[in-house]
């Protein structure tokens, strides 16, 4: 009886306000979390399924850099004043006098006092630009992507890999493996598979974030100067004397006055200081294991892949959520024995993992392989850290 394993990845992250440290001091994030079940499954159906819990924990620390670069600008004042003279006429006058006639001669001076006020206006504007660095993970050297495998060639028919059955066609030898297609509905699977036992794996990852701040040279640039008039209204008085016919002597008397105004002149400084603010967002990882050269949609002179076989000791473990060609085969790197990944264009992946718990590490085995038909598409494999998927050939 052959024995079917399966397995279902959970992701769940750690929620919570984010901690910003200043200066060298380190700080901590919430702490993200990642579970990945395996479900082992058969062809027994049972009521209670066991399900056992590992831990492992790893550190991510990254560095988030500010620089402040401040931009004042000084904007002068000019004041110019404008001044409207009011004339007064009076006219006076003096009783008849027989002997004295007295003539009274008024000048007027003017004095003019500016009372300077001076006003500071201080405007400032941020700007924040976010960087996103990305951490790639360089793939083992023995390791070979699915696209580089000496024998990833085009290929007019299948061909088994033992030449004592070479003589039958791919799919007269799928009767006695286990079959994973890309059906109307999903991935269709046979014989029928039950769940026996799941195996859960817990990655805590704490997260460490330290933060620096840098401040650039300031830099004060000069704007055009802004004018504001001022208005001033002056007022004269000149007084006019009438004296009498009768004046027989005539005296001059001189008066002198003294008129003084005041204005007030305003100078305004605009000040405007600009800020930029640079964020380091939380680094990203990228598996290289993982890169264009592992994932292969097509194959054999651009047929689309459209199934994949393997027998015991392996089987094909599904994985759960809606997972991309790249978040499927790093699930495929982080279960045991795993020995290869097929993502479909739903969004569904499972794995082919070998029932025997045995790594065969960068080589092929006699059960694992894909063929590729013509018109087939939406379905994408890679090999895993346990074994390499053999390009069996057109099924055409």
Known sequence: MVKINAAVSLLAMGSGALAFGYGQQPHRYPVEEFVTCSTKLGPQLNRHVQTHWNYKTRTVTFTEKYTTTPHPTVTPTKTKTKTITSVVHTTTTEPTSTDIATITSTSTSYTTTTNIVTETDTETDTTTVTTTPTTTIAAPADFTPIAQEPGFVPRIKGRSVDAASSSNSLFERSKDTLQCKGGPHGPVFWPPLHPQSVSCTKFIEPIVVKRVTYTARPHTRTARPKTKTVTTTLQQTQTETVY???????????????????????????????????????????????????????????????????????????????????????????????RGSISFASGTCFLVVGTDGVCHANQFTASDRFNTQQGASGTTVSNGPCGLLTNAGSAN
Not at 246 to 263: K, N, P, W
Not at 293 to 303: I, P, R
Not at 310 to 319: A, K
């Open 244 to 338: 009498p016919c009768d004046i027989t002597s005539t005296v001059t008397a001189t008066t002198t006055t003294v008129l003084t105004s005041a204005t007030d002149s305003t100078t305004t400084t605009t000040t405007t200081s600009t800020t930029t603010e640079s964020v380091v967002a939380p680094q990203q990882t990228f598996q290289a294991v993982c890169g264009p050269d592992n994932l292969v949609s097509k194959a054999n002179g651009g047929q689309g892949v459209a199934s994949v076989s393997t027998s015991q000791p392996g089987t094909f473990i599904p994985v759960s959520g809606t997972l991309s060609p790249y978040d499927c085969c790093v699930s495929c790197f982080n279960t045991n024995a795993c």
